[in-house]
Structures are given as C-alpha cells and as structure tokens.
C-alpha cells in the first residue's frame, strides 16, 4: 500500500478541494471555506495578511458551491474550467465535475460570484452545450 488519493467522485461527492484544480491564482481561502483557519491576528510584516485583512473586511467576491447538473448522461471528469450563466450573465465557473452514480447525474464545484444563491439555477456552458444546473451546498446532500 503507497500513497494515493480520494477516488474522484467521492471528493467531489465529500466536498474536498483539489488545489490548482479547484482553484486558481486569484483564490483566496475566503472563497473556498477555508476563512476560518486564516490568523488574521499576526504581525504586518507577514507576508499577504493585509491583503488577507482587507479581503476579510470586505468580503469575498466569489464562493465555492456545488452544482447538480439536470438529465445529463454520464461523462469523463474534465481538466478545463466551464463557464457558468445564470440569467444569461457569466457569474463563474465550473472547476471540477464527475458522474454520481448515487445521483445518476453529472455533479461539480462551481467557484461563482457570491450574488449566486444555493438553489439558483445555472447553465453551464460545457463543450459546447448548455447544461441546466442547480446549485447547492457542499458536501452535496444526500
């Protein structure tokens, strides 16, 4: 027995993140619920903390959330990032998606503006379909 990883439907399914595949350069852990473990408290010579501070104050402007995409047949995971709609209006995008055998859809993380409600409808724009989606909380519910 060696090293390995989460079989990629029970971490999308379980809510845990994949760094650089869930997220990119510009994420912050407010974005991905990962605020509660930041110590905004150290000293300002600390790299990035004011920026942390600011972002704290602020708010974020995007959130990680689940998607659950409607009727879609099963489909590989993906390595690209979809955009995703709602109203017409690019709001983010779909980072990671699998095929739930406990939901026989389609289910992902979406990282989308934080206007984006949990029970909102969606469409996502992957290879080249539109997908209707609502979005829900993380982990996804049973």
């Not at 990629?8 to 399914?13: G, K």
């Not at 942390?52 to 995007?62: D, K, N, P, Q, Y």
């Not at 489909?75 to 995008?93: E, F, I, T």
Request: charged fraction near 25%; glycine fraction near 14%.
């Amino acid at each position: 027995m060696g090293p390995g990883y989460p079989y990629p439907t029970e971490r999308i399914e379980g809510g845990l993140l994949s760094f650089g595949g869930d997220t990119d350069d510009l994420t912050n852990p407010f974005e991905v619920r990962l605020g509660n473990y930041v110590d905004l408290d150290l000293d300002d010579g600390v790299v990035g903390i004011k920026a942390l501070r600011a972002i704290r104050s602020e708010g974020a402007t995007r959130q990680l959330l689940g998607v659950i995409l409607e009727n879609q047949p099963r489909h590989p995971g993906h390595p690209v990032w979809y955009d995703v709609h709602k109203n017409g209006s690019k709001v983010g995008h779909m980072t990671n998606g699998v095929w739930s055998f406990r939901r026989r859809t389609m289910v992902g993380f979406v990282l989308v503006s934080t206007d984006v409600q949990v029970g909102d409808s969606v469409e996502v724009l992957r290879n080249g379909n539109w997908d209707a989606g609502t979005i829900c909380d993380l982990p996804f519910p049973k």
